[in-house]
């Protein structure tokens, strides 16, 4: 064997839910554990990078589902860049080694980590739509976490492609 071993040199980089359900708004987890495109893709022997939860670190595990607008505030952003800061400076490392980063799956519908799609609506805090029809909709464009993270990597020079796992399984 030689200095890389048996090395494949390929990381994927995945939304914190994907790989445990538990950290989704209470209501939302549809799979038990790990999401079943984290198994397909490690079957093909590539290293996992687990991005943090935004939503869960910022308001913790007893919060509700809220919009990209909600999201979509320099607070929420701050926060984004610290989380991933770290991250982004190992796929750097990893990318500066040899290693290839197959890609970002987030997670559409997500207000922070969707890639396609998102969740928008906010309706200025009307406390009687809690028990109404839902006033938000899934609508196109990322989330603000994964806009965070595509603005970090292009000032990295990173060019790592985005994917998006729908919701449902």
């Not at 994907?18 to 939302?28: C, D, P, R």
């Not at 490690?42 to 943090?52: A, C, F, H, N």
């Not at 796929?91 to 396609?116: F, N």
Request: hydrophobic share 40%; glycine share 12%; with cysteine.
């Amino acid at each position: 064997m030689g200095e890389q071993g048996e090395r494949s040199r390929k990381v994927v980089v995945f939304a914190h839910c994907l790989l445990n359900v538990n950290t989704k708004v209470h209501g939302l987890a549809i799979y038990p554990a790990v999401h079943p495109v984290v198994r397909e893709l490690m079957s093909e022997d590539v290293g996992v990078i687990q991005l943090p939860c935004p939503e869960a670190a910022f308001l913790g595990m007893r919060r509700w589902g809220m919009t990209r607008e909600q999201y979509d505030v320099p607070a929420f952003r701050r926060h984004g860049h610290v989380l991933l800061e770290p991250v982004v400076d190992t796929l750097a490392a990893l990318v500066d080694d040899g290693c290839e980063v197959v890609g970002v799956w987030g997670v559409d519908g997500s207000p922070s980590c969707g890639v396609a799609r998102t969740c928008a609506g906010y309706e200025g805090g009307d406390m009687d739509r809690l028990c109404g029809p839902p006033a938000w909709s899934h609508v196109p464009g990322e989330g603000v976490f994964m806009a965070v993270l595509q603005s970090m990597l292009a000032d990295r020079g990173l060019e790592i492609s985005f994917h998006a796992v729908p919701e449902e399984v």
